[in-house]
């Protein structure tokens, strides 16, 4: 029997750049779009969960606890919130190079794609401390992990995993993540995709979304408050607040930062209502 293909299949290059485009649509925002990868990732990889993590180096590599430390982190699909336990736990341990896709060269390599089962083999991949200490007990199995140099002693860190009953990832879709992997990397080394950093709507509460969705729209103050059936002095304070968030001293100001931030405010508050 012939082995099965590496090479995705045009509907795989589809989808893949269907999703890198979403992204680009979400690119001014900075944890928009990062959020959206994680969203779509197990769709596209027929896996459970989505993860990203963002770290900077923190201390000599593999020297001490703690040498990466988490600039961002975003994850989808958890079956229960008691799954996540496990996965805190290694975060908390400080210890990043217990998963064996974590090794000294992979720091040298601006991207870096491995495979759990694929790369160990099912058996020794089974029988690794982090798969019993903490994947089994998320209830997951296999994985993908992407690796990818964001700037100096800056990584990105993109996984998506199957459930613990789910089929192991393909060849295919490991070339498929090398793919979506060099893609995301090339449009943010084009400023397609905002760096960390950039303003953000994406930790905005709901109200305040409203109210800068009706300032962006043109309406005044009051106007605002009619809308949403608040009064005008609680709409000032949340303009206020909108100020500050963003660092800045007038409507003119704001709308003009948030300007290319409106498509990932439409969707937030698609998600909010």
């Avoid at 896996?47 to 606890?65: C, N, R, Y």
């Avoid at 990466?68 to 699909?77: Q, W």
């Avoid at 700037?151 to 979506?180: A, I, Y």
Wanted: aromatic fraction near 10%; glycine fraction near 6%.
């Amino acid at each position: 029997m012939m082995a099965k293909s590496s090479r995705p299949r045009l509907k795989d290059l589809r989808a893949i750049y269907l999703l890198t485009g979403e992204c680009c649509e979400l690119g001014a925002d900075p944890v928009a779009w990062r959020t959206h990868v994680v969203e779509q990732v197990p769709t596209l990889f027929h896996g459970q969960l989505g993860l990203l993590m963002e770290v900077e180096l923190a201390a000599e590599p593999f020297e001490s606890l703690f040498w990466v430390r988490p600039r961002m982190l975003a994850d989808f699909g958890w079956a229960t919130e008691s799954d996540r336990k496990p996965f805190e736990a290694h975060i908390q341990s400080g210890k990043p190079e217990e998963g064996p896709h974590i090794t000294p060269d992979l720091l040298d390599r601006r991207a870096q794609v491995f495979h759990w089962r694929g790369d160990l083999g099912t058996a020794a991949w089974h029988e690794t401390f982090f798969y019993n200490e903490y994947v089994k007990k998320c209830h997951l199995d296999d994985g993908l992990f992407a690796h990818s140099q964001v700037g100096d002693g800056q990584f990105r860190w993109l996984f998506v995993n199957s459930g613990c009953d789910g089929r192991p990832f393909s060849r295919r879709e490991r070339t498929m993540m090398k793919l979506l992997n060099g893609e995301l990397a090339r449009l943010q080394t084009d400023s397609r995709l905002s760096e960390l950093g950039a303003p953000s709507v994406a930790k905005l509460s709901p109200r305040l979304r409203d109210v800068l969705t009706c300032l962006m729209e043109g309406a005044s103050e009051k106007e605002t408050a009619a809308h949403l059936g608040i009064s005008v002095y609680t709409v000032h304070d949340h303009v206020k607040a909108l100020y500050k968030r963003f660092d800045v001293a007038s409507r003119g100001e704001l709308l003009a930062i948030c300007r290319t931030l409106w498509p990932a405010l439409e969707k937030l508050k698609a998600s909010d209502h």
